[in-house]
């Protein structure tokens, strides 16, 4: 009576031939997205709040550690980057608050203190890599041993400074070494 009855879906006032191909995609997709809700239910989201230096993608950076194998080199030569610029801003913020804290750099360390201030925010984002050169970072150890970039430090309460700054620049000689 119906030579079409295999293929043909009932609807709510007409009949239509079924698409195997679109019922094996619906079927597909529908597969997908249950898989894809479960994913979603055993995430765990979190949101982290706080004020700037307070160490929120510092958590995030051991979790990755932890749960996911660490960092792809890739990702290290970007930290790399990070790193050098952060170098060279901190001790240019230094530099700088010395200054307006009347704050006098050695003679033989007022040259250095010239060429660090000398580097634009945008060179030092465009071509850090080039600039923190081995040399640089003898530069900014021995800027890093000056008396009154010591004094301006003893006051980093009165400007803003990267945290980690201390730490950067007690390690900076072997931060610059083209192997780091």
């Not at 790193?83 to 040259?111: C, D, H, T």
């Not at 465009?126 to 900014?140: A, F, H, K, L, S």
């Amino acid at each position: 009576i119906f030579p079409y009855a295999s293929s043909v879906s009932m609807g709510l006032c007409a009949s239509a031939p079924v698409d195997p191909e679109g019922a094996r995609r619906d079927t597909e997709i529908s597969r997908n997205l249950k898989k894809d809700r479960k994913e979603m239910e055993s995430e765990i989201k979190l949101l982290l709040l706080g004020a700037g230096e307070s160490g929120k993608s510092s958590i995030f950076k051991q979790m990755k550690i932890i749960h996911h194998n660490g960092f792809q080199p890739r990702d290290c030569l970007q930290f790399k980057q990070i790193i050098y610029a952060n170098i060279l801003q901190s001790m240019r913020v230094l530099i700088s608050a010395a200054q307006k804290l009347g704050i006098p750099v050695e003679p033989q360390n007022r040259e250095r203190a010239q060429r660090i201030m000398s580097f634009s925010d945008a060179q030092i984002i465009q071509n850090i890599m080039t600039i923190m050169t081995p040399e640089m970072g003898r530069d900014i150890a021995l800027l890093w041993r000056d008396s009154g970039i010591l004094e301006t430090f003893k006051r980093r309460g009165e400007f803003q400074l990267n945290d980690s700054a201390e730490c950067y620049f007690n390690e900076i000689e072997s931060i610059c070494v083209a192997s780091y």
